[in-house]
């Protein structure tokens, strides 16, 4: 087994780039890439072996500064990260490193879970948890997010970064929250596509979170946020009667 060494990650990337501007890679071209962040040595390591028995190119850091001069030059596919770190915690680094975030918790209770899956994770483990649990949630979460999505999607003069988890409109730079960038994003693939308030669920939400109204109240938000930065009247949102929600080219200017 490759020794853990806080350098695997990077070296073992500079030999399997992404392939271009515009496309993600797909996974037959080549294993995962996870990144553990972890405060505790013993779990830390326990976590890479484990992760790395799925074949997945895995390193780990004991904090999030480490994470981002690990993760310089190229973001992980996956980062599974403890939730509070020193000077940081895992929903802000994950959003630093434009990947998907497992966040690994020691709070009690389903309203601290609830917390963290609305902030924007995508999925949370509450320790003390299975190694098979957490395996299996990360092979799920690599499933969803390497299936050959295009890396930037462009509709009028609105641009939406996938890898960075970014949005500008005429080059400028669009606020959104995590969930309001994940449900942008549905409404996106394709543009002009109906998608009903389940199938938002279901493409923006983490499993069993989440309902009906949440969709309403994000669409909303998102509404305002797209308004505001002068993308027409409603965002170019437009609501579809007893069918649900369309990102409409006809509202662009």
Request: aromatic residues 2%; contains cysteine; proline residues 8%.
């Amino acid at each position: 087994m490759t020794p853990l060494t806080p350098d695997l990650l990077p070296s073992e990337l500079s030999h399997d780039p992404l392939t271009s501007a515009h496309t993600m890679q797909a996974p037959s071209q080549g294993p995962a890439r996870v990144l553990v962040v972890e405060p505790h040595p013993t779990l830390r390591t326990v976590l890479v072996q484990r992760l790395r028995q799925d074949r997945h190119l895995t390193a780990a850091v004991a904090s999030a500064d480490e994470a981002i001069n690990l993760c310089r030059d190229q973001s992980p596919d996956l980062l599974v990260s403890a939730e509070l770190l020193e000077q940081s915690s895992a929903l802000r680094l994950s959003q630093q490193l434009g990947c998907p975030v497992i966040v690994l918790t020691a709070r009690a209770g389903i309203e601290s879970l609830v917390g963290l899956l609305d902030d924007g994770a995508d999925d949370v483990l509450r320790k003390p948890f299975g190694l098979e649990e957490l395996a299996a949630r990360c092979r799920t979460l690599l499933k969803r997010g390497r299936s050959g999505l295009q890396e930037r999607v462009s509709v009028g003069p609105l641009e939406v970064h996938l890898l960075l988890r970014q949005v500008t409109l005429r080059e400028q730079p669009v606020e959104l929250s995590p969930r309001e960038f994940a449900l942008l994003c549905a409404l996106l693939m394709p543009p002009g596509m109906v998608r009903s308030r389940q199938e938002l669920l279901r493409m923006a939400w983490p499993p069993f979170s989440g309902g009906p109204r949440s969709v309403d109240t994000q669409v909303l938000t998102l509404r305002r946020k797209l308004e505001q930065a002068g993308l027409g009247e409603g965002g170019g949102i437009t609501t579809v009667r007893q069918q649900g929600y369309r990102f409409s080219l006809d509202n662009l200017s």
